[in-house]
């Protein structure tokens, strides 16, 4: 049997590849995060609760109207996302007078609610969504077995991610959105409709969660808890990276995402935490994060 | 110069002379039904309420007076009661060693939490100290001396200075009490000390404290540690009260209830927060009978909280008019 670094060939590639796959959630939930806070100046902490109802609508969508993954993975974003906006619109948007952390402590409050609504709905067990019969079985790589599903996710989140970037980078809505982060009060004078422009982002930044909460239904099971138990660590991905950038925000996800996977070949204990100490070493050296550009 | 001299002490104190005394009538009526509370109450539950209140108490010294949301407090709760707990169960000490222990292990914790959080502001700031403390969360759930899941079960209360019974529940209850007044103290002066003024500048003005040349960062990890000691004074008695100590204390949920309680009382005023813990830990005592989930009632609140009610109960007493009458002023 290969080995690499005395650990057999197979159970390398397949953390690595579990790492790759949880840095496919990491980098799009930590993309929404620094959108929305580039143009909000809120942390969302309702992040993780609107990837966990992209998931919950998926698969009540299957189960009540019989909508199937594929249609499911393009509705659930649209449905978070028009739930965020209103949202936004309703009460977000009262706060951003006052100091930033009111949108935290308001955002975590959204949470507790969604998520305790879901418990008290759903309970506390996963319940499982079945991979589309498109994507079932694995193909054989040679030196490992791929599950073809698992292979999507990384595929679609690269796409989705790059899809992102591309729109916030290149196209006039993106302009006007990066306009609006640098000086929101010329870019309203120049006719830009900014609350509009707000309530958008935070619609893009919810419907980003769902998304990443359907590519997440098959690989975890759908649960009230998914959502709390990553976006601590997605915080920690967002300390790292600095939120000054997009594509920082993506690149880190995916590496700590790795990170985490590889630790769990050679010190499987600390896996759950290296991300933190990842944090802190970073946090350290480079207080703004490795792509920050605010002090 | 008297005149002068009167300003600075209202400056200082935030209040006049009639509010001082309404003050010190309302703490001495405070004081007295503190005392006589357990012929009326369940003094168990009037134990976790003081012991909650003084953590809200503690965590509002650094959100209400430094301007510092943590969002990693339950670690010094949490982590103090297993500390606590684990000296007076396999050391065999006695609880007021034990506490102390426990307090101790809260202010190392607090240090270095505290050192790398302290490297960012605001938002940052929240989510380091969130990070750090889901760190802490999930070395509680592998270390051996806090046997993860089932936490350290049937802690003995043992005798306070070798002497008194503390298994008796009315002297247990002074002594929570006893725990509570000093540790009230403690906050009250620390906040009335030139140490706490330079908290308040801070919380004031940042850039203004450092262009006076004050080392804002060694300022803002003292105000940390000295949080972080008092809370774990909290959860230490916590242990001792309810004889164990689990993951509960330590997880997230803890710390953004501490939050709440905080903001529900009133951020920045000295006994705000006691009021908010009041009023959670009864919610929840009462929603505890039923299957209606606590978490939905305590986001909601959350949620009202930060939309209208942003002073809090004791904040927008001072606001109203009677506390103005009373001659209450609220900065905030």
């Keep these: 049997m290969t080995m690499i ?3 057999p060939l197979q159970a390398f590639m397949g953390q690595l590849l579990i790492g790759l796959i949880n840095g496919s959630f990491y980098a799009l939930l930590s993309l929404g995060l620094a959108v929305i806070f580039g143009l909000l100046r809120v942390i969302n ?17 299957l189960q009540y109207f019989g909508i199937n993954y594929w249609f499911a993975l393009l509705l659930a974003p649209i449905v978070v996302g028009l739930f965020g906006a209103v949202i936004e619109r309703l ?20 949470a507790l609610t969604i998520e305790g609504t879901f418990r008290y709905l759903y309970g506390s067990s996963g319940q499982p969504y079945a991979p589309p019969p498109q994507l079932t079985g694995a193909t054989n790589l040679g030196f490992m077995f791929l599950p073809n599903y698992r292979g999507w996710v990384v595929v679609a989140s690269l796409f989705v991610c790059i899809g992102t970037w591309l729109l916030i980078e290149k196209t006039k809505l993106g302009a006007y959105l990066r306009a609006a982060t640098e000086n929101p009060t010329l870019v309203q004078a120049f006719g830009v409709n900014v609350p509009m422009l707000l309530t958008l982002t935070y619609a893009l930044g919810a419907g980003l ?3 990443a909460g359907v590519l997440a239904a098959p690989v975890y099971q759908v649960s009230p808890l998914m959502g709390s138990n990553i976006i601590i660590v997605v915080f920690a991905v967002v300390v790292v990276g600095g939120m000054g ?11 700590l995402g790795i990170a985490e996977g590889l630790t769990k070949v050679f010190y499987p204990e600390a896996s759950s935490i290296v991300i933190f100490v990842i944090m802190a070493i970073v946090l350290l050296i480079r207080p703004a994060g490795l792509f920050g550009r605010d002090a | 110069m008297s005149d002068v001299m009167h300003t600075t002490s209202t400056a200082r104190t935030g209040r006049s002379a009639t509010a001082s005394r309404t003050y010190a009538a309302f703490l001495g009526i405070g004081l007295v039904l503190l005392i006589v509370a357990p012929l009326f109450f369940y003094p168990i539950f009037l134990m976790k309420l003081l012991c909650f209140a003084l953590f809200a108490c503690a965590f509002n010294l650094l959100l209400g007076y ?10 010094f709760f949490g982590g103090a009661a297993y500390f606590t707990a684990h000296a007076v169960k396999e050391w065999a000490v006695t609880p007021e060693i034990g506490i102390l222990v426990g307090v101790l292990g809260a202010a190392a914790l607090g240090l270095i939490m505290g050192f790398f959080a302290i ?10 100290t969130l990070a750090l403390a889901q760190m802490f969360f999930f070395f509680c759930l592998q270390a051996e001396f806090t046997h993860g899941e089932d936490g350290i079960q049937s802690v003995p209360r043992g005798h306070l200075f070798g002497l008194v019974d503390l298994n008796d529940t009315t002297s247990m209850y002074y002594f929570v009490l006893g725990v509570f007044l000093i540790g009230m103290i403690v906050i009250w002066r620390f906040i009335n000390s030139p140490f706490g003024m330079i908290l308040k500048s801070i919380r004031e003005n940042e850039q203004r404290a450092i262009s006076l040349g004050y080392s804002v960062a060694r300022y803002k990890l003292g105000a940390f540690v000295m949080s972080a000691a008092l809370a774990g004074l909290a959860g230490g008695t916590k242990a001792l009260v309810f004889q164990f100590a689990t993951l509960t204390d330590v997880g997230w949920q803890m710390s953004g209830e501490v939050i709440l309680m905080t903001l529900l009382g009133g951020i920045g005023t000295l006994i705000g927060p006691i009021f908010g813990a009041g009023l959670v830990v009864t919610l929840q005592n009462y929603l505890a009978t039923s299957q209606f989930p606590v978490t939905i009632i305590t986001g909601v609140v959350f949620m ?3 939309l209208v009610f942003r002073r809090g109960i004791i904040g927008e007493f001072y606001a109203s008019r009677l506390g103005r009458r009373l001659g209450f002023e609220h900065r905030r």
């Excluded at chain 1, 993780?48 to 009540?60: E, I, T």
């Excluded at chain 1, 009460?91 to 959204?110: A, C, E, I």
Aim: charged residues 5%.
């Design chain 2, 119 to 128: 490297r960012r502001q605001g938002i940052y700031f929240a989510m380091i």
């Design chain 1, 245 to 255: 950038s997009i594509m920082g925000a993506i690149i880190t996800g995916y590496i």
């Design chain 1, 209 to 211: 969660a769902a998304f």
């Design chain 1, 45 to 61: 902490f309702a992040h993780g609760a609107q990837y966990m109802l992209g998931a919950f609508v998926a698969m009540l969508m």
């Design chain 1, 5 to 7: 670094f005395g650990i």
């Design chain 2, 66 to 75: 430094t301007g510092l949301l943590s969002f990693g407090h339950a670690t």
């Design chain 2, 304 to 306: 009202v909280c930060v």
């Design chain 1, 91 to 110: 009460l977000l948007s009262r706060l951003y007078k006052l100091d930033h952390l009111y949108g935290l402590l308001f955002t975590f409050g959204l």
